[in-house]
């Protein structure tokens, strides 16, 4: 294979008459698509099957609240469930409908129910070879967190393995700052083993999920913590000598350490609302995030008071000077830029709401925006299609900079920007691409 202390804290639309007197006099209506995602945010042309594997992780060093103080660690198996994610065969059943249980602290348990579009137990489909994606979700978060996404990818022809990394759940105070300290330690070592068994699975097994994955050819995406984790694997090595890993005891940060000598195999990354970069909290060094050499997404948003879009993400994005990089802002947006767009009950609790939704933005329309951006830059990165280049170098940095001419009364009917339209940003239709900036550096810069 190739390769390479915790801070808590126009003329417009004027009467339905005067827009219906337009259309009469300039009848020029586009075919158009329906419905607002842009282009590549549509679903693919692969049904999606969906299973839930267990992954044991010999040999892996946790420590108890007391341990933070002594040093102390002790050896465990650790089992930790991936949800996969595939392109299938056709099934005769009801797309899946997942559920998970949200446990804040000092709150009684609030389920949640959502519809997917994956099929539970689908066979694979029998031919084809597709990348692999590792997809890492956040602090307490969970595997079917960003099932949205990993559809979007697998309808597109890749297979997704989605871990949930088994956060200690909150109590309290020392909860929290225990569970802290051991995802600190582990978020990385679970992307990086949880990869290597797939891959091994991906060499013993013919035909099924693990068949179908090209292993020279994987991608990882991580949201906050599993994006603090995600550029570590991906070849930028921690600064341990951060008061950020004071909490954690030396040996439990030593296998971390170990591992980043490893080429871990990754060939893109792609971070939402990546931790760690903040001044007050920041692991890596400048140097550190240098020795990334392959192509990086980051997606923040830029009013993000969790990982400070100003001060920390942007900063990670300053420093990956060995590689070529782009950075999507929402603008407006705080951290929670990513995820799957939920219906919460009447009267659920605000703290419960707050950890999902984005206060200005609508999540359906995040999801959208991300799934068109995240398949350009998996296309251009794994599959080596140049083409998906228009969509991530946008020819304005602030999307409502861009402009597409059109006559007077021409009704676009939803019509997508296309290569007649260079000004504008691609994929997106006419007077939607908003609120958006996308940064972009070469390595060097």
Do not use: C
């Not at 339905?16 to 282009?39: R, W």
């Not at 392109?87 to 409908?97: F, G, K, S, V, Y």
């Not at 997942?98 to 031919?127: C, F, K, N, V, W």
């Not at 035909?207 to 020279?216: A, Q, V, Y």
Request: proline share 4%; net charge negative.
């Amino acid at each position: 294979m190739k390769k390479r202390h915790i801070a808590l804290a126009a003329l417009a639309f004027v009467g339905i008459g005067g827009a219906t007197a337009a259309y009469v006099a300039a009848p020029n209506v586009h075919e158009g698509t329906p419905g607002e995602a842009p282009e590549l945010g549509r679903a693919g042309d692969y049904a999606v099957g969906t299973q839930e594997m267990t992954f044991a992780m010999p040999d892996r060093l946790t420590f108890g609240k007391l341990d933070m103080a002594t040093g102390g660690t002790q050896s465990v198996t650790r089992e930790l469930q991936v949800r996969m994610y595939y392109p299938a065969a056709a099934i005769d059943a009801e797309p899946i409908t997942y559920t998970h249980t949200m446990e804040p602290p000092d709150m009684e348990p609030i389920t949640l129910q959502y519809s997917g579009r994956a099929y539970t137990g689908a066979a694979a489909i029998e031919e084809g070879q597709f990348p692999l994606v590792i997809m890492s979700h956040g602090f307490n978060g969970w595997n079917t967190q960003f099932s949205n996404l990993a559809e979007h990818i697998a309808s597109r022809g890749y297979v997704v393995a989605s871990i949930d990394h088994a956060d200690m759940k909150l109590e309290g105070a020392t909860d929290f700052i225990h569970s802290f300290a051991t995802v600190l330690a582990s978020r990385s070592l679970d992307q990086r083993q949880v990869l290597a068994q797939v891959l091994e699975r991906n060499g013993t097994e013919d035909g099924g999920i693990f068949g179908l994955i090209n292993p020279e050819k994987v991608g990882l995406i991580g949201y906050s913590m599993g994006g603090y984790g995600a550029l570590a694997t991906a070849g930028g090595d921690y600064d341990y000598d951060s008061s950020t890993f004071d909490a954690v005891p030396s040996d439990a940060m030593a296998p971390v350490g170990a591992a980043a000598s490893v080429d871990a195999g990754i060939d893109a990354v792609a971070v939402f609302a990546p931790w760690g970069g903040q001044p007050d909290n920041r692991v890596w060094s400048a140097e550190g995030l240098a020795e990334i050499s392959i192509p990086v997404l980051i997606v923040s948003g830029g009013e993000d008071d969790v990982a400070n879009h100003s001060a920390g993400v942007s900063w990670i994005f300053d420093q990956l000077t060995g590689t070529d990089r782009h950075m999507l802002v929402f603008r407006d947006a705080r951290h929670n830029i990513v995820g799957n767009a939920l219906d919460f009950e009447e009267g659920a609790p605000f703290r419960a709401i707050e950890f999902m939704n984005e206060p200005v933005w609508r999540q359906d329309r995040i999801n959208a925006i991300n799934q068109h951006f995240v398949a350009a830059f998996l296309d251009r990165s794994l599959k080596d299609n140049e083409a998906m280049a228009s969509y991530l170098n946008v020819p304005t940095v602030n999307a409502n900079d861009g402009t597409w001419d059109v006559s007077f009364g021409e009704q676009l009917n939803g019509t997508m920007a296309g290569e007649e339209e260079p000004n504008h940003w691609r994929g997106f239709q006419r007077r939607w691409a908003l609120g958006l900036e996308m940064h972009r550096k070469s390595a060097g810069e």
